[in-house]
């Protein structure tokens, strides 16, 4: 007979933290919200840590080249989305890989003997106002000299001139050797007071430029998530059905980790894909696997020694209904508090401590903060970020509300049949496991992490923890009554206006 758990299935808002002691030392501006990605204790493995404790999900409405960009620049990580062909998905990763590094490889580029109308064409379709000149026009011909919008007036100079009468020549030019140091460039924009400055190789080709803009940028965004060579960092979701052409494709590109993107992860076939991405590439590359809901599944993923972090919930998505038609799934909180038991567990019989990410389901800022106190070390989320500007979908207004489409990986719409079929020969959905739906627009990336994280600090001030470890380690947690669910919000009071940052902190909800 089947067996029959006694704890029933719970979600978040089940749950309230108690406070503890706030310290006078503590400061909410000093408070840590860096979170692991990679395994930890293992030996002789580099590890790999986000500013932020949160991820985007593996989705289509969600994880572009935008908000991937946006995202990493405010300390977390996106996962571009693998239900699309492994080019735009390389693609993707390779224009966030490419989106600012202190040394750019320059995107527009002329020949001198070019006319003042051409630079105009290529200054409108690149967005850059200052182009470099080299004698074949490529990134890496020899430098000639560096035109601007100053260098000419669109109405009043001939636009059929050539560039070499109007653009700074070379020998006017301050400029960088190959080799100079990021910090050395940027001195020398500060020094001679230039907005970008040509990195030159011995031979007097080009080979890179250096901006100003970029300095300033980096400095208004401390957290950003860097890698070796200051290229934001970016995931990428796998499956296990083309692994062994995507991956291997995704790192080349400069993907610095992948996710497996699967409903149900506890199975064999992830297991398969994890041994063969590790048997390649080696122990360094991150690996996310999942999605589990239970202490067995945490142990046949954890046990194999090869999964970085692992990825709790099944069918508790905003958009998803897997638990309606399979009737497969578990109450997001149950789930996690089981899995992050069993977690600790594994860290003090093996010293290997494994991050979880709680993914899906979080229906506010509130959610997100237990899921950390319960033992997530990052969360995961879909519609927290299909409701940014920065997600890839198009606003729509509706009754004069803006909103954006947001639809599941499970849906018609969307195809990812890979996430759904493990062991299935069928290469197409046979039924939907998710919506199609919309979302409100509540603003940039920036905006709502702003008023995220502020009360995620905010609680972590009520419970005296310094960072998300303590955190942890400090929540003492109690299950609600129904009245005590009536008696948190408002009672007993008329309400004449709704304060718009409530609503936008409560994402619609
Ligand atoms: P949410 O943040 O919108 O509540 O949930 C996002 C998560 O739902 C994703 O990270 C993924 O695990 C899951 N998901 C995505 N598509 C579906 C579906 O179509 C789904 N059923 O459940």
Redesign the pocket.
């Given at each position: 007979m089947a067996k029959i758990l006694e704890d029933i299935s719970r979600t978040f808002a089940e749950y309230l933290l108690i406070p503890r002691l706030t310290r006078r030392d503590q400061h909410i501006d000093a408070i840590d919200l860096s979170a692991p990605l990679s395994r930890e204790g293992v030996q002789g493995q580099e590890k790999l840590s986000m500013n932020i404790p949160i991820v985007s999900?593996?989705?289509q409405a969600v994880s572009g080249t935008d908000l991937a960009v946006a995202l990493a620049r405010q300390g977390g990580l996106s996962m571009i989305f693998c239900s699309q062909s492994i080019e735009s998905q390389v693609d993707m990763v390779k224009k966030v890989k490419a989106h600012k590094a202190g040394f750019v490889t320059s995107g527009a580029n002329i020949k001198p003997d070019a006319s003042l109308r051409s630079v105009l064409e290529l200054m409108n379709a690149s967005g850059h106002s200052t182009i470099p000149v080299t004698t074949d026009g490529s990134p890496h011909g020899n430098f000639v000299g560096l035109i601007t919008d100053q260098d000419f007036w669109e109405f009043e100079d001939n636009l059929d001139n050539l560039v070499q009468a109007h653009m700074t020549a070379k020998a006017d030019v301050i400029y960088g050797e190959e080799g100079i140091t990021l910090r050395e460039a940027n001195q020398l924009l500060h020094r001679h007071k230039k907005d970008c400055l040509p990195i030159l190789s011995l031979e007097g080709r080009l080979s890179a430029l250096v901006f100003k803009k970029d300095y300033v940028d980096h400095q208004m965004h401390p957290l950003e998530i860097l890698d070796d060579n200051k290229r934001l960092r970016v995931g990428a979701a796998i499956n296990t059905h083309d692994y062994q052409d995507r991956v291997p494709a995704l790192i080349e590109a400069g993907a610095d980790v992948l996710c497996f993107d699967s409903?149900d992860g506890f199975t064999e076939f992830q297991m398969d894909g994890v041994a063969w991405i590790r048997e390649q590439f080696g122990p360094d590359i991150v690996i996310g696997g999942g999605?589990v809901v239970s202490a067995e599944g945490f142990d046949y993923l954890a046990m194999s020694g090869l999964v970085d972090f692992i990825?709790v919930?099944i069918?508790?998505?905003?958009?998803?209904?897997?638990r309606e038609q399979k009737g497969v799934g578990r109450g997001q909180a149950s789930a996690l508090l089981e899995v992050a038991a069993r977690r600790d567990a594994y860290f003090e019989e093996t010293g290997v401590y494994v991050p979880l990410c709680s993914?899906?389901?979080?229906a506010n800022d509130t959610q997100i903060v237990m899921a950390l106190a319960m033992g997530a070390d990052f969360v995961?989320?879909?519609?927290?970020f299909?409701m940014t500007e920065e997600s890839p979908t198009s606003k729509i207004s509706i009754n004069g509300q803006m909103y954006k489409p947001y639809w599941?990986?499970?849906?018609l719409r969307?195809q990812n049949w890979q996430r759904y079929s493990e062991g299935m020969s069928s290469r197409k959905m046979v039924f939907e496991?998710?919506v199609d739906a919309f979302v409100p627009l509540v603003g940039t990336v920036a905006e709502v992490l702003e008023t995220t994280l502020h009360k995620l600090k905010s609680t972590m001030m009520n419970l005296g923890a310094d960072n998300l470890s303590s955190f942890k380690e400090q929540a003492v947690i109690t299950l609600v009554s129904e009245q005590s669910i009536v008696e948190a919000g408002t009672s007993n009071v008329f309400k004449f206006s709704r304060n718009r940052d409530a609503d936008e902190s409560d994402w619609g909800n």
């Open positions: 999900a593996c989705m409903s999605n990825k919930g069918g508790g998505g905003s958009i998803c209904i897997t993914d899906g389901g979080l995961m989320m879909g519609r927290y299909a599941g990986e499970g849906t969307a496991e998710g």
